[in-house]
Structures are given as C-alpha cells and as structure tokens.
C-alpha cells in the first residue's frame, strides 16, 4: 500500500492510498480514507468507471428500482463522488462540510463536476424549494459516526418537506446489527416520518462487527431486487427511541 498523501482539515485526517489489493480483491485500487481507517470511496484504476465499493451499488440499485426516471438528488456527504459521477446528465447538489474532501476528489479521483457546495448538509438542504428533489442520500461521517443533527426527527421531517410525492430518504450508516442503540434509534426516528421503511445490512462474520447498514424510507412501498443489492440483505431493526434536536 502507498500512501498518495496525508491531509489535515479542520475535521479530520484525511488520508489517499494506492494499493493493490481493496477488502481481499487483488487489482490496482485508489482509496480514501479518513482517520478511523474508514474507507470513504475507491476506485479502481484499472477500470474508473467500475463502481468497486458495495453500499453506492446497493442505492444506485434503490434509485434505479424505485424511480427510474429521477432526475434531482441531493446528497450530503461528498466522499470521492461515486454516486453523483455516475449520473453526470442527472441535477445532483452535493453538500460536504470539508473543503479538503472535494480538492482530494478532484485532484485524486478526477471529480470533474461543478455541482458541490461546501458547507453543512441541513443548513443548505434547508435553502431549497419545497418538493423539488427525487431522492436525498445522506451519506455523511465523522469520528463519533453520523453527525446527530442528520439524524433527528428534526432533520427527517425536513427532508421530507424538500422531497416530491414519490420521492424517497436514502441513509447510509455504520453500525452493529444487533442491539445498536444508535442504529435503532435512528430507524425508528425515520419511521416516524416516513410510512414505508427498509433496511439492510452487508454480513459480518459476528453480530458485533461493525458494518454499513444502507436504510430508505419512502411514501411508497419499497421495490427492490435481493440479486442486485450489492450483498446487502433485508433485516429487521429492533424498536429505538426518539432523536430530537433537544
């Protein structure tokens, strides 16, 4: 593994490596990582295009099955830019706190589109028309997790104003699959909201691993295909409480 280089923003340590080989697959990848050694996108350099990591396949597979002709997403959470560079001819506003997170994506892994405003993901989700957007995909993460304030009934509400009739709230988050007090707490703030839920979890060889839960509440019954979600499976998350700004 060779590291590219050593960032460090306001909000993190923020970390490009080129290796050869990505969670067990030999190959020539290029990663970024922040400090918890958590992997926040790759590609593979061999094939750019390819989309390598599990859980944007998943929700491109959730967008694609519950909505094929969207056309607006916002997402909070720059990362390198997987799902929006997939969708080039699609109206994406990516919202990231940290600055340095989008030079990386764009000097590292050719982020080439003009569609990234910097700042916090509620405070500029919060400036936009009522109803205008397909889907929004929080994908955000720092040290401690998901920031709280994306993740109150607060914030759930909010993003249901902002979606159109069809539209449909797409979390990806980090946890453990049973007894997560954080990760029902959040299920059952978003069912608050949203009539129809899901969530899904990539396997782990122990109920304490950490790993990415991909979760969707819509106003419409989910669609989804076992076969193409990436590895993801559907489970049932257990009661939480409310999370409220205060």
């Not at 607006?72 to 990516?94: C, L, N, S, W």
């Not at 839920?197 to 790993?211: C, Q, V, W, Y």
Request: glycine residues 8%.
């Amino acid at each position: 593994m060779h590291q590219l280089v050593k960032e460090f923003s306001l909000y993190q340590e923020i970390t490009v490596y080129d290796a050869a080989q990505l969670y067990g697959e030999k190959g020539k990848y290029r990663f970024l990582q922040f400090s918890d050694h958590a992997v926040q996108g790759a590609i593979d350099l061999k094939d750019p295009k390819r989309i390598v990591l599990e859980y944007p396949r998943a929700i491109i597979h959730l967008m694609e099955s519950n909505n094929p002709s969207f056309e607006k997403v916002f997402m909070i959470g720059h990362g390198i830019g997987t799902i929006a560079g997939h969708y080039p001819d699609k109206q994406f506003t990516v919202a990231e706190i940290d600055e340095k997170v989008v030079e990386l994506s764009r000097h590292f892994f050719n982020y080439k589109l003009d569609n990234v405003v910097v700042g916090d993901g509620r405070q500029i989700l919060s400036n936009e028309e009522s109803g205008k957007f397909d889907y929004i995909i929080l994908d955000a993460f720092t040290k401690a997790g998901t920031p709280f304030h994306l993740s109150t009934m607060e914030f759930f509400k909010l993003t249901k104003e902002k979606l159109d009739a069809r539209g449909s709230m797409i979390l990806n988050l980090m946890g453990k699959i049973k007894n997560d007090k954080l990760i029902n707490a959040i299920y059952t703030t978003l069912r608050q909201t949203y009539p129809y839920t899901k969530a899904f979890s990539l396997p782990g060889e122990d109920a304490a691993d950490i790993r990415n839960f991909i979760i969707i509440g819509c106003n419409k019954a989910v669609n989804f295909q076992s076969w193409a979600m990436a590895g993801f499976f559907e489970i049932e998350l257990g009661q939480g409480h409310i999370i409220m700004d205060k």
